[in-house]
């Protein structure tokens, strides 16, 4: 099972690298997280929203791979607890499943790409930078794997 980010955004902070990439070597090899960085479009004076987002919608659609779960994030979205994102991936494992997690970037996703996902997930009802949204997936990522395997990083 592979799990794809696909991030709005380049040129992060050396510590969301860091972050991002310490909870991706953690995980064992039939869960991978694979970053996929998509350019943010240049946001000019005068510049339209809606183009902006359009054009950010092409992008990670392009990125997008074949034959897998979407997930967008949005402030919106429901609120799982660990616990349960383990059981879905636990669904997802069993069907054979690699997921494709999209993170927005400063104006959000275009609304098409919070139609076409097969879920809409909050990360938390307050608003993250977009650099520390890449961190706390990861994490969250392998502490759901942890619980699977048993594994006691996560301790209730």
């Given at each position: 099972?592979?799990?794809?980010?696909?991030?709005?955004?380049?040129?992060?902070?050396?510590?969301?690298?860091?972050?991002?990439?310490?909870?991706?070597?953690?995980?064992?090899?039939?869960?991978?997280?694979?970053?996929?960085?998509?350019r943010p479009e240049r946001r000019t004076a005068?510049?339209?929203?809606?183009?902006?987002?359009?054009?950010?919608?092409?992008?990670?659609?392009?990125?997008?791979?074949?034959?897998?779960?979407?997930?967008?994030?949005?402030?919106?979205?429901?609120?799982?607890?660990?616990?349960?994102?383990?059981?879905?991936?636990?669904?997802?494992?069993?069907?054979?499943?690699?997921?494709?997690?999209?993170?927005?970037?400063?104006d959000g996703l275009h609304p098409d790409l919070?139609?076409?996902?097969?879920?809409?997930?909050?990360?938390?009802?307050?608003?993250?930078?977009?650099?520390?949204?890449?961190?706390?997936?990861?994490?969250?990522?392998?502490?759901?794997?942890?619980?699977?395997?048993g594994h006691p990083y996560h301790r209730d």
């Open positions: 099972m592979r799990f794809f980010v696909l991030a709005v955004g380049n040129r992060m902070p050396a510590w969301i690298g860091s972050g991002f990439q310490e909870y991706a070597k953690r995980m064992p090899r039939h869960a991978r997280i694979v970053l996929r960085e998509i005068g510049a339209v929203t809606e183009r902006v987002l359009a054009s950010e919608r092409d992008r990670i659609l392009a990125a997008l791979p074949d034959q897998c779960e979407v997930i967008a994030l949005d402030e919106r979205g429901a609120a799982l607890s660990t616990a349960q994102l383990a059981e879905q991936i636990a669904r997802w494992q069993a069907a054979g499943r690699d997921v494709a997690w999209i993170i927005g970037g400063p919070k139609r076409k996902p097969h879920y809409l997930v909050s990360l938390s009802a307050m608003t993250l930078p977009h650099g520390l949204a890449r961190v706390l997936l990861a994490e969250q990522l392998y502490r759901a794997v942890s619980i699977l395997g």
